[in-house]
């Protein structure tokens, strides 16, 4: 028993692209005649036409054209437009499979367990959360060194184990979501601090108090921030302040990584 799911979109209400069109749409692009790709998908004519005058009725730009004349009283193509629908439709449902996978994975659908399922919708509560690019993926024996860049072109590093790595499908050039809790994000005024791996430098946005704890809010550049939480006495002493050039040390071991 599997799991299985279509994958639809819908604009102004109403669906938009079915597995169904896109395959026609795939023919139309491959075969240049709409009589041709019904025939392939298979459909009937009337129902090629039907559902080819929907797509071009609610999306904002036409995605088939019809010439007339030549053969078979005209040809039939795919706008740019049209291709690059295509294209993103591929993309979303390559995700939607791994998503289906992933689900399938978690549950034990002969036993009726379907316990696990919760996990897949977890929420997060550590602060920092930011996208970031796989420059590179070392492994080792047991963990794995994964370089990473972030929208701002610093670079930040974590340890993870190499399992971790193959149950992820860690891979260069990947988007990834650096994880990381604000308690073990270290502050320093010294630019040269090399007591973490990690050290971005940013400056301070806001600064939030309470009788024991303070929150400090740091831009590293390109929309990216980063929060710390210490002690009010531990930031009274270092003399930060909204402003402040800092830089923030995280140890590579801290970072998580999701997908």
């Known amino acids: ?44 004519y009337k129902s090629a036409w039907e559902a080819v005058d929907t797509m071009n009725s609610l999306s904002p730009q036409p995605i088939v ?24 439709y591929a993309l979303l449902k390559e995700e939607h499979d791994r998503f289906l996978k992933r689900l399938s994975e978690a549950t034990d659908i002969q036993s009726g367990a379907f316990e696990t399922i919760e996990r897949l919708a977890l929420q997060i509560s550590a602060r920092n959360q930011i996208q970031a690019e796989v420059v590179s993926v070392e492994s080792e024996n047991v963990n794995a060194k994964i370089r990473l860049k972030m929208k701002s072109g610093q670079e930040l590093v974590s340890v993870i184990t190499k399992e971790a790595v193959e149950n ?15 308690s073990t994000v270290l502050l320093s005024r010294d630019n040269d601090a090399k007591r973490a791996e990690n050290r971005l430098k940013g400056t301070v ?14 831009d590293i550049g390109n929309h990216d921030s980063i929060v710390s939480v210490m002690p009010v006495s531990v930031l009274e002493g270092m003399e930060i302040h909204e402003g402040s050039v800092v830089t923030a040390m995280i140890k590579a071991n801290d970072v998580m990584l999701g997908r």
């Open 65 to 88: 054209c019809r010439e007339t004349g030549g053969k078979d009283g005209g040809g039939t193509t795919i706008t740019a437009y049209g291709k690059r629908l295509l294209s993103n």
């Open 205 to 218: 946005t806001t600064i939030d108090k309470d009788i024991e704890n303070a929150k400090v809010v740091m």
């Open 168 to 182: 992820l499908q860690i891979e260069k050039h990947q988007t990834v979501t650096a994880i990381f809790k604000s």
């Open 1 to 44: 028993m599997e799991l299985s799911s279509k994958l639809t979109l819908e604009m102004l209400g109403k669906p938009f692209l079915l597995e169904k069109r896109i395959e026609l749409l795939h023919a139309i692009e491959k075969y240049g005649s709409i009589s041709k790709a019904a025939k392939a998908v298979p459909m009937s």
